[in-house]
């Protein structure tokens, strides 16, 4: 059922896309926007799906969340992929978006994708102005200053610093660059069904550092091929990962921990949460 549900969800997604998408034509900016969404698990924008679903919160508002959360984190993938950041020149198995095209182009196309994110969020589809605006805050600080891009500034000073990180050191840091863009599409179903986010939020905190820690066991025992990416590149440029700081077994530990914080959050909506604790799972049995 859950390979069946994330699958219909990330054709929903590709598909709204597309359609948001078209109307802006075929520059180079344009293009490089299709392309960057293109493809990728998509897993925060099915959060954004299943979270709504528990409310019964109607699919046309939950894919503009969807379509939302999947634009803002292309573009953190764009800008993160920079010769500044982290000289990525692979993203989902393709070049990234500056190899492509150019170092300007991608700029600019991963700032016409953040824009894009909160204009989706203005569809007055979504209903009443309060709940626009609710989504269009928790988003915002959610990747801003005080998340997101806090998390990849506080990545960056360390490296320039040379020292490696310690482990809390390395929970707040993820907490904010990966964490905080799971956490808002987890809590935008109860915002738009006006209902208490607090579970929910809890839950992604959870599964937040779970698909940290998966992805930095990923980065050690992964294939290259199936991850679409390069892998190994922390241990190579000696940065501190979970499982450098744990160990391999320790970090598996940890994950799995977490994961059951995560079904025992989601535990009082019974059923109806069932999907959200397969997600769970999934994020740290994943091969990519």
């Known amino acids: 059922m859950f390979p069946v549900r994330l699958s219909a969800a990330q054709q929903a997604i590709g598909g709204f896309l597309v359609g948001r998408l078209a109307p802006f034509g075929d520059s180079d900016i344009a293009e490089g926007m299709r392309y960057a969404t293109e493809g990728g698990k998509r897993l925060r924008g099915f959060l954004a799906i299943e979270s ?14 969807a379509g939302a959360v999947e634009a803002l984190h292309a573009y953190s ?16 198995g393709r070049p990234t978006v500056h190899v492509k095209w150019d170092e300007a182009t991608a700029i600019l196309v991963g700032d016409a994708l953040q824009t894009f994110a909160f204009e989706l ?14 989504l269009v805050s928790e988003l915002a ?19 320039t610093a040379g020292r490696a990180l310690d482990l809390d050191e390395i929970t707040a840091l993820q907490a904010n660059k990966t964490g ?51 892998l190994q590149k922390d241990a190579e440029a000696g940065k501190a990962t979970f499982v ?9 530990a940890r994950a799995a921990g977490l994961v059951d914080e995560a079904c025992a959050t989601i535990a009082p ?12 799972r999934y994020i740290v049995a994943r091969d990519r």
């Not at 179903?189 to 930095?216: K, V």
């Not at 450098?244 to 598996?252: I, P, R, W």
Request: negative net charge.
């Open 141 to 159: 600080r959610a990747s801003g200053a005080a998340g997101m891009v806090l998390g990849q500034a506080q990545d960056i000073a360390a490296e």
């Open 52 to 65: 709504a679903a528990l409310w019964d919160v109607p699919q046309e508002q939950a894919l503009i969340a």
């Open 121 to 134: 969020l203005a569809d007055p589809v979504l209903g009443e102005a309060g709940t626009q605006i609710a």
């Open 269 to 280: 909506f019974g059923k109806r949460g069932d999907t959200l604790a397969d997600l769970a």
């Open 244 to 252: 450098s700081l744990l160990g391999l077994d320790a970090a598996k």
């Open 77 to 92: 993938l764009v800008h993160d992929d920079l010769p500044a950041m982290d000289d990525d020149d692979l993203r989902r």
């Open 180 to 230: 905080r863009l799971i956490e808002w599409p987890a809590v935008a179903g109860a915002i738009m069904a006006g209902e208490d986010p607090e579970p929910l939020r809890r839950y992604a905190r959870a599964i937040g550092l779970a698909f940290q820690i998966a992805d930095d066991i990923l980065d050690v025992e992964g294939d290259t091929a199936l991850a679409g990416k390069r």
